[in-house]
Structures are given as structure tokens and as C-alpha cells.
């Protein structure tokens, strides 16, 4: 129900089998594994903190996703994984309330990112991470609004790009299937 703020996660076949929850857990954003197997969710911890966590879609034990806190000044809060989820993005923020966005190589497998966090933004004065942030779809950019306006992070050497500058707040940035626009 909308007056409890409860977001609830559902699978739903398409061959018309009863949809189902894996997982009671509020779920905020997911990412399904490639071999459809498992899901990668934004999601609650038992303290209400945001946490990513691992679904296993034929049942099983949740896991919950560690990230390497090394070289860190702060709690991340999680953002969304790539779209293969070989990579995960997460916030810092800092005493002025903008963020430090950073992105650390992840192990689905192990449930955990492998190496040291690399920041890729810095100052983000971003809202919502949904209204506010997609990866391209072949994981090599990031789209993210910034001070009303829409960035474009390359992932692989590169500054972040400014692509729009409005006088209107843009929204919800989504990538076109092939990455063009």
C-alpha cells in the first residue's frame, strides 16, 4: 500500500506461471544477473541503511554485497550496478551535502567489488539516484544529471562531459538501445 512506503519486488513469468517475492525486503532498483540466475538489488539493511544484495531467483540465502571500504572517507550508498554487474557504483557524501561518486570492479560470484573504489565524479549535486543516473547500455558511460543538467561520465579515461545546459530541470536520463543518444 502507498501510505506504508513499502516497495515490494515481484517476478513475473511471462508464460502466464504466479508471479512471486523472493525476498520481503523493500527493493529500490535491480539488475538481473546475464545467465538470469540471480538479481542485484538496491535494497534495505536490517538498520534501514541502503545496501546492494544478491537475490538468487530459484531461492537460496540473500546475500549481502560487501564493498571494499580501503582508501574510502565515508559510507558509500549504493547507486546501481552495470549492466552485466561486473561493476558498481556508489556515493560518498561529504559535510556540504554533495557527493563523490565512485565505481569499483565487482565479483558476483564472491558478492563483493575486488579491487579499490575510482572516483568518477566529484561534487555531484545530484537527487534521487533513479531520477538522476543510468549507465549506457554497453557499460562504458554513465548519463547523471548534475545541477540540472545532463553529464556524460566515460568510464575508461575522459572527463565528464556536459551535454545539456537548459534553463529546465531534466530528469531521468535514459540511454536509446544502441548508446547513441
Given at each position: 500500500k502507498s501510505y506504508e512506503?513499502?516497495?515490494?519486488?515481484?517476478?513475473?513469468?511471462?508464460?502466464?506461471?504466479?508471479?512471486?517475492?523472493p525476498v520481503s525486503d523493500n527493493v529500490y532498483d535491480a539488475r538481473?544477473?546475464?545467465?538470469?540466475?540471480?538479481?542485484?538489488?538496491?535494497s534495505?539493511?536490517?538498520k534501514g541503511g541502503y545496501i546492494f544484495k544478491l537475490i538468487p531467483i530459484k531461492g537460496g540465502e540473500t546475500l549481502l554485497v560487501k564493498i571494499n571500504k580501503t582508501e574510502l572517507n565515508g559510507d558509500p550508498f549504493p547507486i546501481k550496478a552495470s549492466p552485466d554487474l561486473t561493476m558498481l557504483t556508489?556515493?560518498?557524501?561529504?559535510?556540504?551535502?554533495k557527493k563523490d561518486i565512485y565505481i569499483a570492479p565487482f565479483s558476483l560470484k564472491e558478492a563483493k567489488t575486488t579491487s579499490p573504489a575510482r572516483l568518477i565524479f566529484k561534487d555531484w549535486s545530484a537527487g534521487p539516484y533513479n531520477t538522476s543516473f543510468s549507465w549506457s547500455p554497453d557499460g562504458?558511460?554513465?548519463g547523471l544529471i548534475h545541477e540540472?543538467?545532463?553529464w556524460i561520465v566515460p568510464l575508461k579515461g575522459?572527463?565528464?562531459?556536459?551535454?545539456?545546459?537548459?534553463?529546465?530541470?531534466?530528469?531521468?536520463?535514459r540511454w536509446s538501445p544502441d548508446g547513441t543518444m
Open positions: 512506503n513499502i516497495w515490494k519486488f515481484k517476478a513475473i513469468s511471462v508464460s502466464g506461471a504466479p508471479a512471486f517475492s538481473w544477473s546475464p545467465d538470469g540466475k540471480v538479481i542485484c538489488a538496491l534495505n539493511n536490517t556508489f556515493w560518498i557524501a561529504g559535510e556540504d551535502g562504458t558511460r554513465i540540472e543538467d545532463i575522459g572527463n565528464p562531459i556536459q551535454i545539456t545546459h537548459t534553463p529546465e530541470h531534466e530528469l531521468y536520463p
